[in-house]
Structures are given as structure tokens and as C-alpha cells.
């Protein structure tokens, strides 16, 4: 199984921060890396796959970058709805998975 | 709009076999361009990706799960469905499908990724 390692596991930032979130896979998976946002009792939404291309409708301020085994989300502007949690997920082999999550909160 | 719906026994028992159908509306569930995928949500935990079925009925489980995973897949209905044996209170959580675009190496390639969710079900096993 490919293990995918997200960090930090929570943080707090205020409106207007920059925030970038880690996702490290414990082999290459090239760029076959997605990520999906959470909201509380919602299901996830994908921002982002191919590591870097921004799924339709995802604003921009959203943007992911990496290969190999360490990856990137990055949210150059945090706005209010912004707020939840952010899931790095791995497509390389045929068993998919997830890293832990990070929470985003309000600071 | 494609939509997903779950549908599930709500509650249920140790030991007992867990089935779970996915309806999709919207789209065929026929077509060679998609997977269907399941994925759990434990309450409070994080996402555990359970399995992806393609129309052929080809399977790809979770090894951690493939023991106790069986994927089906109905065109006529448009519905997919997953089985699970021998449940504990481990597996109580919230249960999604999903479409899963697959994932291609070669040619123009292709980036698997889950870009449709259904609103989720939650299952809860308990004595």
C-alpha cells in the first residue's frame, strides 16, 4: 500500500492568510495526487488533481504543485468559506488512498 | 447533473453483512469512461477509500477491506453496490459512492480522481 502523510494535521489562520498544507506519499506517485475539501457534514469536494490542475469552478486562489512524493495545497488568500478540512489522495496504483486530513479553522 | 444517491440499513448488527446500493441519475452507469467507486468516513476520523468498479464488473478493493468486499454493479438499474461481511462497530461510519474517473498511464493519459460524491449514509453497527 501507498501511505500518504499530510501535514500539519490542523491549523488556525485568520482571513486573508496564506496557507499551504503537505501531503507526503511514502513512494512516487509521479503526479497522480488529488485534493478534496471538506466541509462538516458535507461530502468532499474535489479542488484539485494531477497534483496541479484545478477541477471546474475551483477559484483560483487554490493551487497545488509537487511530484513524486511531495506535494502541495496552497491557498493564496483564505476566505470565510475556506474553513474545513483538506484531504491529499493518491491515484498512482490501483488501491487508492487518503492522507489524514487537515483542518483548517479560524484563529 | 450527474447524481449519486446511497441507500442502507441505517443500523445494524455485529457480525451481520452490510449492503449498501448506489443509484445514479444523470448519466449511465454503462459507460467505459467511468469507475464507481465506495468510500467511508468513520465519525469524527478521516476518509478511507474503499473500492472501485468499472461497468465490466472488474473490481479493485482496498486490501485492508478485500477480504470482506464484495462490488457489484447493475447497468439495467444504473445502480451500484457494495457488500460488506462480518461487521464490527469498526465499521460504522458515514458511506459514500462516488464516480471515479480512472486513472491511465499511457496515450493522452488519465488522472484518477473521485469528481462526483453522493451525499453520504450513515451506518451504524451496534448490539
Known amino acids: 500500500d501507498i501511505q500518504m502523510t499530510q501535514s500539519p494535521l490542523s491549523l488556525s489562520a485568520s482571513v486573508g492568510d496564506r496557507v499551504t498544507i503537505t501531503c507526503r506519499a511514502s513512494q512516487s506517485i509521479r503526479t497522480y495526487l488529488n485534493w478534496y475539501q471538506q466541509k462538516p457534514g458535507k461530502a468532499p469536494t474535489l479542488l484539485i488533481y494531477g497534483a496541479s490542475t484545478l477541477e471546474g469552478g475551483v477559484p483560483s486562489r487554490f493551487s497545488g504543485s509537487g511530484s513524486g512524493t511531495d506535494f502541495t495545497l496552497t491557498i493564496s488568500t483564505l476566505q470565510p468559506e475556506d474553513f474545513a478540512t483538506y484531504y491529499c489522495q493518491q491515484s498512482y496504483s490501483t488501491s487508492w488512498t487518503f492522507g489524514q486530513g487537515t483542518k483548517v479553522d479560524i484563529k | 447533473q450527474l447524481q449519486l444517491q446511497e441507500s442502507g440499513p441505517g443500523l445494524m448488527k455485529p457480525s451481520e453483512t452490510l449492503s449498501l446500493t448506489c443509484t445514479v441519475s444523470g448519466g449511465s452507469i454503462g459507460s467505459s469512461s467511468y469507475f464507481w467507486g465506495w468510500i467511508r468516513q468513520p465519525p469524527g476520523k478521516g476518509l478511507e477509500w474503499i473500492g472501485n468498479?468499472?461497468?465490466?464488473?472488474?473490481?479493485y478493493y482496498n486490501p485492508s477491506l478485500k477480504s470482506r468486499l464484495t462490488m457489484s454493479i447493475d447497468t439495467s438499474k444504473n445502480q451500484f453496490s457494495l457488500n460488506v461481511s462480518s461487521v464490527t462497530a469498526a465499521d460504522t461510519a458515514v458511506y459514500y459512492c462516488?464516480?471515479?474517473?480512472?486513472?491511465?498511464?499511457?496515450?493522452?493519459?488519465?488522472?484518477?480522481?473521485?469528481?462526483?460524491w453522493g451525499q453520504g449514509t450513515l451506518v451504524t453497527v451496534s448490539s
Open positions: 462516488a464516480r471515479s474517473v480512472p486513472t491511465y498511464y499511457y496515450g493522452s493519459g488519465s488522472y484518477g480522481r473521485h469528481d462526483f
Open positions: 468498479i468499472y461497468y465490466s464488473g472488474s473490481t
